[in-house]
């Protein structure tokens, strides 16, 4: 977290969000109001933060990691535009993604070109993940993923390591990390592309896939740059 998303946790009088992300940040709330929803209440959400703030109040709207990567600030955007206030003060404060957290925890494998795409075919449909893999995989991209497995959606990472087989060597490595620098449950593994689907994996996970070029060294997962040594 940015020390402008703490401030402006203080600064808000009434601070909204999925449930299980406001329970992260009950340490640092005071006296502010708290509207928590359930997932898939999204734009219910941003619609009830339109409306406290069109009331004069200031209204934090909290997501996980960076609020403009698969986070609120789109749809809560939308919702703006659909109440003609788009004149409305709004700020988007920057936070730290979970590609960006995850990096740090394996090294530096996203030091080059990179694309994060999300297994989540809840908005998006599947035959159009699917070929972003394969451009990404043809592009020899780095790829970071988001919501990589769920409880009802476990076979779809297995089908992205079979495509990725495709274009990239079995040794390949890549790195799983679980709630990334979100405390004493944090935890990371470097695997290969032919075995790492073996470890546990889950929506609390990243997923990082290394391209041709990314190897490991020591404990680190590092792509160069290209750097001359």
């Not at 933060?49 to 069109?54: E, I, S, T």
């Amino acid at each position: 977290m940015t020390e402008r998303a703490k401030e402006a946790l203080a600064e808000a009088d009434t601070v909204a969000g999925y449930k299980t992300y406001i329970d992260l940040i009950r340490p640092l709330l005071r006296e502010q109001t708290v509207a928590a929803t359930g997932m898939r209440q999204e734009v219910e959400r941003c619609r009830e933060v339109v409306r406290l703030a069109g009331k004069g109040h200031r209204v934090a709207l909290v997501s996980s990691g960076d609020a403009g990567i698969y986070g609120m600030a789109g749809i809560l955007i939308e919702c703006l535009s659909e109440a003609d206030l788009l004149a409305m003060p709004l700020e988007i404060i920057p936070g730290i993604t979970a590609a960006n957290a995850a990096a740090a925890v394996l090294g530096a494998p996203l030091m080059h070109d990179f694309a994060a795409i999300s297994l989540s075919d809840l908005l998006t449909p599947w035959d159009v993940i699917l070929r972003r893999v394969h451009l990404a995989a043809e592009g020899d991209f780095v790829i970071a993923l988001y919501n990589p497995k769920s409880a009802a959606r476990t076979e779809q990472i297995g089908v992205i390591r079979e495509v990725l087989l495709q274009y990239r060597a079995a040794e390949t490595p890549v790195g799983i990390v679980r709630e990334a620098l979100r405390g004493p449950g944090s935890a990371a593994v470097i695997r290969t592309l032919a075995n790492f689907t073996q470890e546990k994996i889950d929506m609390l996970s990243t997923v990082i896939i290394g391209n041709s070029q990314t190897r490991r060294l020591g404990p680190y997962l590092v792509t160069p740059r290209g750097y001359s040594l």
